[in-house]
């Protein structure tokens, strides 16, 4: 069954750390990828998104992702994260030709000040 | 201002008694979707709709019921509420082609006692 993994549950880093938060999914189509945040209370906002074409994608707030085909992932990088970065983070994916739209667990980060 | 209004925010019931909780969207998307959240589960799908009339089970839809007979509607219901379904719902929508991702709402927090 098609599946999208997030190996981080938890992350804890220090303001100005750099950060990369992983996403593998499990589909030999093709796929639409998305990053999406939620932070506390809140609902979930989209960061970032790729359909096609360069496969570095810059979204909101400083955040880029890679996707990496070879490797079915789809990882999430910040150079230098604050302390609104707290949040957790989901990955998503949509599988071409169906109505399928996957999320991943979630990882939780938490940005010390 | 686009957005997807779902009401109520928060809800306690006993177990049994039906409950709907409604869902609307002002952007005239096709595709609208219900997950629920649950710690360590991340977002797991309900119910989606591609379009009016036309609905499919996602991944969880036991004890749940949708309908879409308005474009911008789509109510979830619970016929027998039970415990096991205290969770927090999110309601989403998007374009048919998804290529901007998904409009969150603010989520319904459902406890069934």
């Known amino acids: ?6 190996h981080n549950h938890h992350v804890i880093l220090s303001e100005a750390a750099s950060l990369e938060l992983g ?7 093709t796929v639409n990828l ?6 506390p209370g809140q609902h979930l ?9 360069d496969p570095l994608v810059k979204g909101i707030k400083g955040f880029e992702a890679e996707f990496i085909k070879s490797k ?36 939780r980060l938490k940005v010390l000040a | 201002e686009a ?4 009401n109520p925010r928060y809800l306690i019931t006993v177990t049994g008694k039906k409950l709907t909780v409604t869902c609307s969207q002002n952007m005239n998307h096709e595709y609208m979707s219900w997950y629920r959240q649950d710690p360590g589960l991340g977002l797991r799908q309900i119910y989606y709709s591609m379009n009016v009339e036309v609905t499919d089970k996602g991944d969880v839809p036991e004890g749940y019921k949708v309908s879409r007979k308005e474009k911008r509607n789509f109510p979830l219901i619970l016929e027998s509420p039970s415990p096991n379904q205290t969770s927090l719902y999110f309601c989403a929508s998007s374009s048919a082609d998804r290529a901007y991702g998904y409009t969150f709402g603010s989520g319904t927090r459902l406890t069934v006692v």
């Open chain 1, 1 to 6: 069954a098609q599946s999208v993994s997030q």
């Open chain 1, 45 to 53: 906002q989209l960061l970032l998104k790729y359909f096609s074409g």
């Open chain 1, 34 to 39: 998305f990053w999406y945040v939620q932070y």
């Open chain 1, 72 to 107: 079915f992932s789809f990882n999430l990088r910040k150079p230098s994260v604050q302390w609104s970065d707290t949040a957790e983070y989901f990955c998503a994916v949509t599988l071409s030709g169906t109505y399928k739209y996957i999320f991943g667990t979630g990882t």
């Open chain 1, 23 to 29: 996403c593998n999914y499990s589909y030999g189509g």
């Open chain 2, 3 to 6: 957005q997807v209004t779902q």
